[in-house]
């Protein structure tokens, strides 16, 4: 079995969670630049066997997309482009920042830690996954 990986993807940076070869648990992997995040993708794949990709699918609470989606689909098109054979699900991000927030405030974190945007995203994208693998296994 392959790995599964979680984008939380932003316009500026992306945050990156993956599971263990079994695919039982989440785990943050890392936050990218979002202009860097392709490139790190397909060297991550050559490293990794990856069997599926999980997006995050950023809706509105009356369940309309997101202003981001339009960033995402963008991305999207160029991913399928560039890995091509990695099938691609998207599972619905509301409130993972917020939860993200949560979890950095519930383990201790200092308040200049909790400022690190980039951990909120990577945050953000373990909770994609681990919400993805709740509801498929």
Known sequence: MGRIIA???GTKRTGLAVTDEMQIIASGLTTVDTKDLLVFLKDYIVSEKVDKIVVGLPKQMDNTASESEVYI???L???AKTIPDIPVERVDERFTSKMAFQTMIDSGLKKKQRQNK???D???ATLILQSYLASNF
């Open 7 to 9: 984008i939380d993807y």
């Open 73 to 75: 689909q963008k991305f």
């Open 77 to 79: 098109v160029k991913l």
């Open 118 to 120: 980039a951990l909120v």
């Open 122 to 124: 990577e945050i953000s």
